[in-house]
């Protein structure tokens, strides 16, 4: 897709199998915007969760749930949003795609409120951003530049309720446990030295 076309043409033939191109053309003209408003940042900082979309250097994609305490992505301008990356399974598959390929797709939803919103745009990951020092346990910072921001319709989304954030997720004054796998033998003794210290 070009940088100046929403629409691929893909897409296109499918929306004139079901004669909704014109549809399609309103949507992008009244629903999906460039810059992050107001109401863009009061929904994302209060989001605990973020569905992450990658895709290696030959296009095959990649899909991650990624969570947090409400707050964990930042907006930092109209253009640009953060994310931290904790501790996870080691295996790099979402950042690692984007050392190689920088294209992103972002899901948001509130299952409470039933609403999502989509965000697309490039990514960079850093060792060495200033930010990594406000997010306690994050190991690596993800700034993404946005290309477009457009809500989707909230019908299919079903209802669901929040019942307690995972004792998982690092913040400020607590050290989150670790988790059982890291105990199992078939990992044990492949986990990096500072799991196997803090396992003593």
């Known amino acids: 897709m070009d ?76 253009g640009s949003i953060c994310l931290p990356d904790y501790d996870g399974n080691g295996m790099y598959r979402s950042w690692g795609n984007v050392l190689v390929n920088s294209h992103v797709g972002l899901l948001f939803i509130d299952f409470e409120l039933q609403k999502r919103m ?23 910072m993800v700034r993404i530049t946005v290309e477009h921001i457009f809500p989707n319709c909230s019908r299919y989304i079903h209802k669901m309720q929040m019942v307690e954030h995972s004792v998982y997720v690092p913040c400020e004054h607590h050290q989150p446990p670790s988790p059982a796998w890291k105990k199992y033998d078939e990992f044990r003794d492949a986990l990096p030295a500072r799991d196997r210290e803090a396992d003593q």
């Open 3 to 78: 940088n100046d076309r929403f629409y691929h043409k893909g897409m296109r033939e499918l929306q004139d199998v079901r004669a909704t191109r014109q549809l399609a053309d309103r949507m992008e003209g009244v629903i999906v915007h460039s810059q992050l408003t107001a109401e863009d940042r009061a929904f994302i900082e209060q989001c605990s969760m973020v569905i992450v979309a990658t895709a290696d250097d030959q296009g095959r994609p990649d899909c991650s749930y990624k969570g947090g305490l409400p707050g964990f992505v930042r907006v930092l301008d109209e």
């Open 118 to 140: 989509r965000i697309n745009g490039t990514a960079v990951v850093s060792a060495e951003d200033p930010l990594l020092t406000e997010y306690s346990g994050a190991v690596f």
